[in-house]
């Protein structure tokens, strides 16, 4: 009985004391998003992101990424594809979370900067209209609350909420969006 004792006692030390540590200063992270844009319609507007992460001291990060949004706009019986290419680069604070950071909610900010094109740069449609809003380099800032669970040491699971506000646009200026992503630390 002794034997069954000392062998469960010693599998629950060897649990706790094999914990390591999370958000290490310098440590990097390879993250990848999906999500959908939060606009007065819900549908096939979709935006896919990929970013890296560098963790600076307490809880905080640097974070990088390249994003690639698709939205429709209607036009009689069609609809008309607006696509923007953007890069970003910012500073996520961690605002909450437990001591061991299993489960953090982390605020940020970011600069934009990229290119959008509206049906593909073709203004003339079908029925003889112009589309009067042209293709345009864009750039604003940016704003992010995650909440990120850590599955392992290495994946984080993130939800998210983000808002981009984008100058140089023929298009909407405010674009919310929320999305569901899974961060590698290495």
Do not use: C
Not at 16 to 43: C, F, H, W
């Amino acid at each position: 009985m002794k034997k069954y004792i000392y062998t469960v006692m010693l599998f629950v030390m060897s649990i706790t004391i094999a914990q390591a540590q999370r958000m290490l200063p310098k440590q990097k992270g390879l993250e990848v998003n999906a999500g959908i844009l939060s606009d007065d319609k819900i549908g096939n507007d979709y935006y896919i992101n990929i970013g890296m992460t560098v963790n600076g001291k307490n809880g905080n990060y640097q974070l990088w990424a390249l994003e690639y949004t698709h939205q429709y706009h209607n036009y009689k019986d069609i609809l008309l594809p607006q696509e923007t290419y953007t890069a970003e680069g910012g500073y996520s604070l961690f605002l909450l979370g437990d001591a061991r950071k299993n489960i953090t909610l982390n605020a940020g900010i970011t600069g934009v900067l990229g290119y959008e094109t509206i049906n593909r740069s073709e203004t003339m449609l079908y029925d003889g209209a112009k589309i009067l809003n042209e293709d345009n380099f864009i750039y604003g800032a940016g704003g992010r609350l995650s909440f990120e669970i850590y599955l392992s040491d290495r994946f984080v699971l993130v939800l998210q909420g983000r808002t981009k506000v984008l100058w140089g646009t023929d298009m909407k200026q405010f674009r919310p969006s929320a999305g569901l992503g899974l961060r590698f630390n290495f």
